[in-house]
């Protein structure tokens, strides 16, 4: 079992940058691909960002390619996401999840952990 709890979000100007960030307890954290998602009021819950456990590869969502970097350390037990060139589209409560699959799953029905979310407010 993996317990994520998120943290650094907040509230930012359009064009601003944030890097909010996931501490996983246990010590498999190094064998999971790790996971940003978002959730909008009224919307589904997105996935944003993956990254495998050997860090090796990442994939985004083609809305925050070139703007966004997910990373991780595993002897922290953290994965980061940072944040540049915000949008007010990119308000959103950002979830850290974890999988138990060997590639970069955009689906969040193949995520087994997730934390509380924090919540990122953009203002235009």
């Known amino acids: 079992q993996v317990q994520l709890v998120e943290s650094g979000g907040g509230l930012v100007q359009a064009g601003g940058s944030l890097r909010v960030s996931c501490a996983a307890s246990?010590?498999?954290?190094?064998?999971?691909?790790m996971g940003w998602f978002r959730q909008a009021p009224g919307k589904e819950r997105d996935f944003v960002a993956g990254?495998?456990?050997?860090?090796?590869?990442?994939r985004y969502a083609d809305s925050v390619k070139g703007r966004f970097t997910i990373s991780r350390d595993n002897a922290k037990n953290t994965v980061y996401l940072q944040m540049n060139s915000l949008k007010p589209e990119d308000t959103a409560v950002y979830y850290c999840a974890g999988s138990g699959r060997y590639y970069v799953s955009t689906s969040r029905d193949e995520y087994q952990f997730w934390g509380q979310g924090t919540q990122v407010t953009v203002s235009s």
């Open positions: 246990g010590r498999t954290f190094n064998m999971y691909t």
């Open positions: 990254i495998k456990s050997s860090a090796t590869i990442t």
